[in-house]
């Protein structure tokens, strides 16, 4: 079978999605899943996972996640495999070399140095101001035209429009699992700045979210606590802002042209979080910082407060963050992934 002058192939995506981690790297390859799949290629995902809401995004797809016995091994991963993607900073070198032993071309997804060791055909980090390693073989594809996005949100582009009202809807959003607790701090953080707010706070953990219903709220202030949802672009595009962290999420909310303010969670975000923070996004700083640290904190509750001021800094954030992602990424990623595998 071919889908136009390409080979229909057998593409094997090994990643996992679990509480402990997150489920970014599921996410974006959903994303990419779906550009495959439309191409006439078939995807089967090769993992773990320890959330529902994973193997039902998966299922609603017509798709599984099928556990490995070792997820480490090239065999089991590389079985019946035309091409592999690999989307995880913990799988060995040694995966990617037997998979290429055999005969099986490899796609790699890198975020700055996390993942970078991975031997592979192709190479994909999506962040901006990324670059290929001095030194390295292989195929890199390296930026923000790169960025693997779900159909949820590129069908959104374009509906979103920042509002000048006097009190902004802003979603905090610290991706599927929030295993660090971001969501609650950006929370405080929101209501610390004394401005009229309504914040819609994705809390998946019950405990959580209770928590951060009983925080003190000041006049026009309102706190409205949400669970996973199955789409949150949708949320995202009617409201006026969004507070997330520095991963995945960012590349959907600037597609979406929905302006962002940032905090990166743990060390693999850094790269992506400063060069983010240059030109699409504002920065709110590093979690643990914003929690040690009360002068860290009360510095970045007031940026967050001038940008819940000014409707005008938030129109340039979306403006400039549409322009910069496209949508288009995971067309571009899906033919590079047909070249290696020809």
């Given amino acids: ?120 055909d192709l190479y994909v980090d999506q962040n901006l101001g990324a670059q290929k390693p001095e030194g390295r073989e292989g195929r890199w594809l390296v930026g923000p035209q790169y960025a693997l996005l779900r159909d949820v949100v590129r069908s959104r582009r374009g509906v979103a429009a920042p509002r000048d009202v006097e009190t902004p809807r802003v979603l905090v959003v610290f991706g599927g699992s929030d295993p660090f607790r971001g969501a609650p701090l950006a929370a405080e953080m929101l209501l610390e700045t004394g401005h009229p707010v309504h914040a819609q706070v994705i809390a998946p953990d019950p405990d959580v979210a209770e928590a951060i219903r009983g925080l003190p709220t000041s006049e026009g202030q309102s706190v409205e606590v949400l669970g996973r949802s199955d789409d949150l672009p949708g949320l995202a595009v009617a409201c006026d802002l969004a507070v997330s962290a520095a991963g995945s999420t960012v590349w959907e909310l600037a597609a979406l042209g929905v302006p962002a303010a940032l905090i990166a969670v743990v060390d693999n975000q850094l790269a992506g979080y400063q060069a983010a923070t240059e030109s699409l996004a504002l920065g709110l700083g590093v979690l643990d910082d914003l929690r040690q640290d009360p002068l860290t904190r009360g510095e970045a509750v007031a940026r967050l407060d001038g940008l819940l001021r000014s409707v005008e800094a938030r129109q340039a954030l979306a403006s400039n963050a549409s322009r910069i992602v496209d949508g288009d990424g995971r067309a571009r990623v899906a033919e590079a992934i047909e070249a290696i595998a020809h």
Avoid at 28 to 40: M, V
């Fill in 1 to 120: 079978m071919t889908f136009g002058s390409v080979e229909a192939l057998n593409i094997v995506i090994r990643c996992d999605a679990l509480a402990a981690l997150g489920i970014g790297h599921l996410v974006r390859q959903i994303a990419l899943a779906e550009e495959l799949a439309s191409r006439g290629h078939t995807v089967r995902f090769r993992g773990t996972t320890d959330i529902d809401w994973a193997r039902a995004q998966l299922s609603s797809h017509g798709w599984l996640l099928e556990e490995p016995v070792d997820g480490n091994d090239p065999g089991e991963i590389g079985r019946g495999a035309d091409v592999v993607i690999l989307d995880g900073y913990t799988y060995p070198p040694s995966l990617g070399r037997g998979l290429q032993s055999s005969g099986v071309p490899v796609m790699a997804m890198v975020d700055d140095a996390f993942g970078a060791d991975q031997v592979a």
